[in-house]
């Protein structure tokens, strides 16, 4: 028979009290304070078919969203600004597939309002950014023409 050897009485009185601090109503195991219970899905982040489906199926507003980026990007290899206004596009779009589509499945990361947000704020820079891009801006905006007067000379 093995003998158990304890832990010296201030010891045990201390390690007792840490518990019973790092517990959650003073029962239970000191990790139930820290671990999570449930997390809840995005709202609109169930797949869009089902499961049966094939996975680029079901998660079609990704891939259009993620498709129409990497085509921009392969764009910009010929042309740069054309490219771009394909990746800011792509974007815009996600932003509109968040809005008006109710399961968007991966797409949804966040809270549709943040999600929505996000993406379009991304597509609007990207392609406002790109018509003002020299040489020879598609766009000029004369109150930024001052503004970059102003700063650097």
Known sequence: ????????GPVRGWVRRVRKVAT????GTPSDKYSTRDTARPEGGRRTAPG??????RQWPLVAVIGGTLV???VTLGNFRVGL???????????????????VGMLAVRS???DIVTYGVFGATIVLLTLMAQPRPWL???FLNDVLRFSAG
């Not at 003998?3 to 010296?8: D, E, F, V």
């Not at 959650?24 to 029962?27: I, K, P």
């Not at 049966?52 to 199926?57: D, E, L």
């Not at 206004?85 to 399961?103: D, F, M, N, T, Y």
Request: aromatic fraction near 2%; charged fraction near 15%; proline fraction near 9%.
């Open 52 to 57: 049966t489906a094939p996975a680029a199926i």
């Open 1 to 8: 028979m093995t003998r158990r050897i304890g832990l010296p």
């Open 72 to 74: 921009g990007l392969l």
């Open 24 to 27: 959650v109503g003073g029962g």
């Open 140 to 142: 000029e905006v004369p």
């Open 85 to 103: 206004l394909i990746v800011g596009g792509s974007l815009v779009a996600g932003a509109l597939l968040r809005a008006w589509v109710p399961e």
């Open 112 to 114: 549709r309002t943040t």
